[in-house]
């Protein structure tokens, strides 16, 4: 099993960045594809990016192309998402989750994948 604990978020104003972080548990990170997911009031859950075991893959949202840059130090047991140029509408709870089924190159865009979660992060942006 893994824990995630994430961290980074707050209040910032339309076009400021800022860095999540999430942090495993465990020594068996590397074991699993990771990825951000983001959830607004009276929204369903929604992908916003993801890596793979390897770091090799990588795969964005298209809401958040360009902008959002997913990264992962298997040796520090963390995924990061720097986020820039934020908008309002990236305003969310930011969840990070947990892949176990993965292969090392591979990675998934839909929530039912992912084994574990996080209580995730806080993201306001004002206009």
């Known amino acids: 099993q893994v824990q995630l604990v994430e961290s980074g978020g707050g209040y910032v104003q339309a076009g400021d960045s800022l860095r999540l972080s999430c942090a495993a548990s465990?020594?068996?990170?590397?074991?699993?594809?990771m990825a951000w997911f983001r959830q607004a009031p009276g929204k369903a859950r929604e992908f916003v990016a993801a890596i793979s075991r390897s770091a090799g893959s990588i795969y964005y949202a298209d809401s958040v192309k360009g902008r959002f840059t997913i990264s992962r130090d298997n040796a520090k047991n963390t995924v990061y998402l720097q986020m820039n140029s934020l908008k309002p509408e990236d305003t969310a709870v930011y969840y990070c989750a947990a892949d176990s089924q993965s292969s090392w190159v591979g990675i998934a865009t839909t929530a039912a994948q992912y084994d574990y979660w996080g209580q995730g992060t806080q993201v306001t942006v004002s206009s």
């Open positions: 465990g020594r068996t990170f590397a074991s699993y594809a």
